[in-house]
């Protein structure tokens, strides 16, 4: 006897169908329920942290080192620093260039945070090196020619500044608080700039500097040698001539030096006919 077989109609169960559905949804609603679950934990997080920091992390101790020329205040508040503001909204970056440009007389700032409320901050001031006077007025600067302040009364800035000299320098075009001169021509910048930096190491020396003509630099040494380089050429060499000679000389020698030749000095002493 044959087998009787039948042929499958191609249909799934019922039972299956809704099965699947139902899972499928299950599904969803589930991940649907861990997004909420998860965006509470982090929104709860948020405002527990925000209230940390609202209570923990107040600056609530500012202390500054390292200034003369500004009070306190001027520079909390030139810094944009205040007592109550969150620690984390303290930048060193931002507090420096805010310094640096409203304030002339500083020169760098470091801040260090120290948690969970205190900010110590350091300036490093700029040291007054000269002066010069133009159009009636008295121009403070630094030994690379930024202006550290203005004056109409010499007297005033002398009594202020006691160390400071009187330096002759070439023609400038613009001078402005808390940036470098600017000269009538960018040779004169560059060789004033260049000529400053020569002689740096003998600034406690010098009793008067004359740049103003690059074809007769003069130097007093001491208040007792007049140096005469002549023009900017060879200028280190000359210096180093001129060092030779002084070094050659008692140490209360006075006279003139004449340096306008690198390759011979010739030195007018005081009482010494030979010269």
């Given at each position: 006897?044959?087998?009787?077989?039948?042929?499958?109609?191609?249909?799934?169960?019922?039972?299956?169908?809704?099965?699947?559905?139902?899972?499928?949804?299950?599904?969803?609603?589930r991940?649907?329920t861990?997004?909420?679950?998860?965006?509470?934990v982090?929104?709860?997080?948020?405002v527990?942290?925000?209230?940390?920091?609202?209570m923990?992390?107040?600056?609530?101790?500012?202390?500054?080192?390292?200034?003369?020329?500004?009070?306190?205040?001027?520079?909390?508040?030139?810094?944009?620093?205040?007592?109550?503001?969150?620690?984390?909204?303290?930048?060193?970056?931002?507090?420096?260039?805010?310094?640096?440009?409203?304030?002339?007389?500083?020169h760098?700032?470091?801040v260090?945070?120290?948690?969970?409320?205190?900010?110590?901050?350091?300036?490093?001031?700029?040291?007054?090196?000269?002066?010069?006077?133009?159009?009636?007025?008295?121009?403070?600067?630094?030994?690379?020619?930024?202006?550290?302040?203005?004056?109409?009364?010499?007297?005033?800035?002398?009594?202020?500044?006691?160390?400071?000299?009187?330096?002759?320098?070439?023609?400038?075009?613009?001078?402005?608080?808390?940036?470098?001169?600017?000269?009538?021509?960018?040779?004169?910048?560059?060789?004033t700039?260049?000529l400053?930096?020569?002689?740096?190491?003998?600034?406690?020396?010098?009793?008067?500097?004359?740049?103003?003509n690059?074809?007769?630099?003069?130097?007093v040494?001491?208040?007792r040698?007049?140096?005469?380089?002549?023009?900017?050429?060879?200028?280190?060499?000359?210096?180093?001539?001129?060092?030779?000679?002084i070094?050659?000389?008692?140490?209360?020698?006075?006279?003139?030096?004449?340096?306008?030749?690198?390759?011979?000095?010739?030195?007018?002493?005081?009482?010494?006919?030979?010269?």
């Amino acid at each position: 006897m044959k087998k009787k077989t039948t042929k499958p109609n191609g249909y799934a169960p019922r039972e299956s169908t809704v099965f699947t559905e139902f899972s499928e949804q299950n599904r969803f609603g589930r991940g649907i329920t861990t997004v909420i679950v998860v965006c509470g934990v982090v929104v709860v997080l948020a405002v527990f942290v925000a209230v940390l920091v609202r209570m923990f992390f107040r600056v609530d101790s500012i202390v500054v080192d390292g200034v003369n020329y500004y009070g306190y205040e001027t520079l909390l508040e030139k810094a944009g620093l205040s007592k109550g503001q969150t620690i984390f909204t303290v930048s060193e970056k931002k507090i420096r260039e805010r310094l640096t440009k409203s304030l002339p007389y500083v020169h760098d700032v470091s801040v260090e945070l120290k948690f969970p409320s205190s900010v110590h901050m350091v300036i490093t001031e700029e040291l007054p090196a000269f002066y010069f006077e133009m159009d009636g007025e008295f121009f403070l600067i630094n030994d690379e020619m930024k202006v550290l302040d203005r004056y109409s009364d010499e007297k005033i800035l002398k009594e202020k500044n006691p160390d400071v000299m009187l330096v002759k320098i070439p023609e400038v075009r613009k001078a402005i608080t808390s940036k470098k001169v600017e000269f009538v021509s960018d040779f004169e910048s560059k060789h004033t700039d260049e000529l400053l930096y020569a002689i740096s190491k003998w600034f406690d020396k010098l009793t008067d500097i004359n740049i103003e003509n690059r074809f007769d630099i003069c130097l007093v040494y001491e208040g007792r040698l007049e140096l005469r380089f002549g023009s900017f050429t060879d200028f280190v060499d000359k210096l180093a001539l001129a060092e030779r000679m002084i070094d050659y000389y008692p140490s209360d020698a006075s006279g003139i030096f004449i340096l306008d030749d690198v390759n011979e000095g010739i030195a007018r002493i005081d009482g010494d006919e030979s010269g």
